[in-house]
């Protein structure tokens, strides 16, 4: 083998070894840190140097993104103007390994002026970062797996596996679930996922429906002007009740059996009863499954009293990629 796979794998051995160091050190101390968070009027700050630094902007985005208003303020802009951005309410979560960084440790009087706590995310306690602040997560001794021990590699990785279960446990304290989520990512592939039916449906004219008595012509004259052609149609009473569900694939049937003058034959009599349908708040990701379980390409959307408020169809969530 490769010696140089040998070398590789050591150094990732040396960093689960951080991260496993980290996990065991969790205790009172990361409690009263979630609680301070869960309990702020203002955001969690984050603040690093160097390679710590891009570690708390991480951080920062993770709290931001899971319910948790954060920003990253970087120590040297913000000795020059920057430390406006922190004020009484806030709480600064400052990351350095040696807790000796002194960018880091310049800021902290000015911090601390306003009010605001602070929580350090280093080695020791007794470094001079940690001697400074309320409340400490240690590290422990971490030693660098690199070439002479210089570039921060294992620590980082510890750095963040702490802010990811501090911003995450937070995130099960405010009880951030689905919904939340969505709101905070509305692009992209898990923003799709995440849209709901109340969102992809169709409504208005492009929502077809006839009321109860109308004639499988009259059906059929909806269904094929309404904008995008779904070859269904829904039944409803004349409180806007869903009753039925009369498909293209209904028609053929009638066809087959004899069908002879659509415009004397009930449309009560040609619709499906008591439909399969679907709630506004169903998750578009869900209604994919449900069209699958059910082999149908569209389901009449009703809300709480029954009443028809839309169409789901299967091309709109394809057009979106979900599912």
């Known amino acids: 083998m490769d010696p140089r796979i040998e070398r590789a794998r050591e150094i990732v051995e040396r960093e689960a070894l951080a991260v496993r160091q980290v996990a065991e050190r969790?205790?009172?101390?990361?409690?009263?840190?979630?609680?301070?968070?869960?309990?702020?009027?203002?955001?969690?700050?984050?603040?690093?140097?160097?390679?710590?630094?891009?570690?708390?902007?991480?951080?920062?985005?993770?709290?931001?993104?899971?319910?948790?208003?954060?920003i990253f303020l970087h120590p040297a802009e913000a000795i020059h103007g920057d430390l406006g951005r922190v004020d009484e309410g806030d709480l600064l979560l400052a990351f350095s390994k040696s807790g000796e960084t002194e960018e880091l440790l310049v800021m902290l009087p000015h911090v601390k002026a306003v009010g605001v706590p602070v929580v350090g995310v280093t080695q020791s306690a007794h470094s001079t970062l940690g001697r400074h602040c309320d409340l400490v997560l240690e590290l422990g001794q971490i030693d660098e797996p690199g070439p002479h021990g210089l570039a921060p590699s294992a620590s980082t990785t510890a750095m963040l596996a702490l802010g990811d279960a501090l911003a995450l446990v937070v995130q099960e304290g405010r009880r951030f679930g689905p919904d939340d989520f969505a709101r905070f990512h509305p692009g992209g592939d898990l923003g799709r996922r995440l849209m709901k039916v109340g969102e992809l449906m169709r409504t208005g004219d492009r929502n077809p429906k006839v009321c109860s008595g109308a004639t499988v012509l009259e059906a059929i004259e909806v269904m094929t002007r309404t904008p995008g052609r779904p070859g269904a149609t829904s039944v409803v009473d004349k409180h806007g009740k869903l009753l039925g569900f009369f498909t293209d694939g209904d028609l053929r049937r009638l066809i087959e059996h004899g069908l002879n003058n659509p415009r004397e034959r009930s449309i009560d009599e040609a619709m499906t009863r008591n439909p399969r349908s679907i709630r506004p708040e169903t998750f578009g990701l869900e209604a994919v499954a449900l069209l699958h379980q059910f082999a149908v390409d569209q389901l009449p959307v009703v809300d709480d009293d029954g009443r028809l408020i839309g169409l789901l169809d299967v091309q709109d969530l394809l057009n979106l990629k979900i599912g």
């Open 26 to 70: 969790l205790g009172p101390t990361f409690l009263s840190t979630a609680d301070l968070i869960l309990a702020l009027a203002g955001r969690v700050v984050t603040a690093g140097m160097g390679k710590a630094g891009f570690i708390a902007q991480k951080v920062s985005a993770t709290l931001a993104s899971t319910g948790t208003s954060s």
